[in-house]
């Protein structure tokens, strides 16, 4: 394989767990033995120095039954009803078994909007990485409860997977009940055989190979996989298909157990530079001092005292041209104040940000993560 040991080499790593894997569709009870020892395998990554992000399914299946929903597909309330009931049970079951282990759970609950809007995404993202940096465990859900239609993701592999790319994980675990990728479906082909790595984008070929119909737990199958890899791929993300259906499944994938890694060509770094300077489009420019050029050339980010002038009309969140003095492009970045805002700090100390502003935002106009060098 072309990464050695990709798993463990990981610094920032996404679990996904479907439902088939966590609840007795039956009982809608929550499969205590697997998610012990799945806390287990997370507790042995944060001991290896890893962060660990979960995205888990499983609430509408867990409320639908305490709430004696019939069988067969819900109407939309009903499954948001069921997400209610289920999602704070579910919570709950991370939250002990973590427990155990001293690893404190954040429920984080997101709509395909808080992954779409910038400013928005920008709000997900700083409240991820604070909760990362104090040592929580995300639990994160999609936001059922309150999602319509038009902005459900309606399936977590590809939620997983903007999650992923939102913080810039390295890792993608999909956490699945068939072992990976097959080149013919499994089911009708006995001789069908695992695909071992899948490297850069995804072709034709990679997809007609896996057949559109092979269905996999929950709202996912292989087509939203791909879709997911995509995502994750696209952000400079590894993925990987494996079985959740063992006991202990991280602990396995370490061990070498059969699965499909998806493999990009850049890293979650550069991939995101490469978005900021290449795909964003600037909404105006930011003219910056001699200064700051130093600081931003020596990987620091710019601050409202660096900045001279602001050019143009943007939002939190959008893309800006960063210029020195002399009108020369410095980079592009992403930045943290509407126009109006940054008018009114630009030139201040950033303790002075809260008097002039009435909120205390961030520090940086521009952070150094939200920044590409010209
Ligand atoms: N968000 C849904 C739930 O928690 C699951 C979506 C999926 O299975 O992909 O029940």
């Given amino acids: 394989m072309g990464v050695k040991k990709p798993f ?7 679990i996904k767990i479907g439902s088939s894997l966590l609840v007795d569709p039956e009982q809608g009870s929550v499969h205590r033995k697997w998610l012990e020892a799945l806390a ?18 499983g609430a509408i299946a ?10 067969g597909k819900l109407k939309l309330e009903e499954s948001q009803a069921a997400a209610a009931t289920g999602m704070i049970r579910l919570a709950h079951a991370y939250q002990d078994v973590l427990a155990h282990h001293n690893l404190t759970v954040a429920q984080v609950l997101v709509t ?14 700083n409240t ?4 990362l940096r104090l040592g929580a465990v995300p639990l994160i859900n999609e936001n059922d409860t309150v999602a319509t239609d038009e902005i459900r993701f309606g399936d977590n592999d590809r939620l997983a997977a903007r999650v992923s790319a939102m913080i810039s994980a390295d890792t993608l675990v999909l956490l699945s009940n068939i072992d990976g990728l097959y080149d013919r ?14 490297r850069g984008a995804i072709s034709q070929y990679v997809q007609d190979m896996a057949g559109s119909s092979i269905s996999c737990d929950g709202s996912g199958g292989m087509v939203t996989k791909f879709e997911a890899a995509r995502i994750a791929m696209g952000a400079g993300a590894r993925m990987v298909i494996t079985n959740g259906l063992h006991s202990h499944p991280l602990r396995r994938l370490t061990k070498g157990s059969a699965c499909t890694w998806f493999l990009p060509d850049a890293n979650p770094r550069t991939a995101r530079k490469r978005w900021i300077a290449g795909v964003l489009k600037p909404a105006g420019e930011i003219i ?20 001279l ?25 992403i930045i943290a104040y509407s126009s109006d805002d940054a008018q009114r700090i630009k030139g201040n100390k950033t303790s002075e940000i809260e008097a002039l502003l009435g909120y205390r935002g961030r520090d940086e106009i521009v952070h150094r993560d939200d920044f590409a060098l010209e």
Wanted: aromatic share 2%; charged share 35%; proline share 3%.
């Fill in 62 to 71: 867990v409320g639908r039954r305490h709430l004696g929903l019939r069988d």
């Fill in 288 to 307: 910056v001092d001699e200064g700051a050029v130093n600081a931003l050339k020596s990987g620091k980010s710019i601050l409202p005292a660096g900045v």
């Fill in 309 to 333: 002038d602001i050019i143009g009309q943007f939002d939190r969140g959008d893309a800006v041209i960063v210029r020195a003095r002399d009108g020369l492009e410095v980079g592009r970045g």
């Fill in 40 to 57: 287990d395998d997370i507790a042995q990554c944060r001991a290896n120095g890893q962060q660990v992000v979960i995205v888990s399914s």
């Fill in 128 to 131: 991820l990485e604070t909760l």
């Fill in 112 to 125: 395909l909007d808080d992954s779409e809007s910038r400013r928005r995404y920008l709000n997900a993202r």
């Fill in 185 to 198: 479906d499994p089911r009708y082909e006995t001789d069908a055989k695992l695909v071992p790595e899948v």
């Fill in 8 to 14: 463990e080499s990981s610094k920032r790593v996404v």
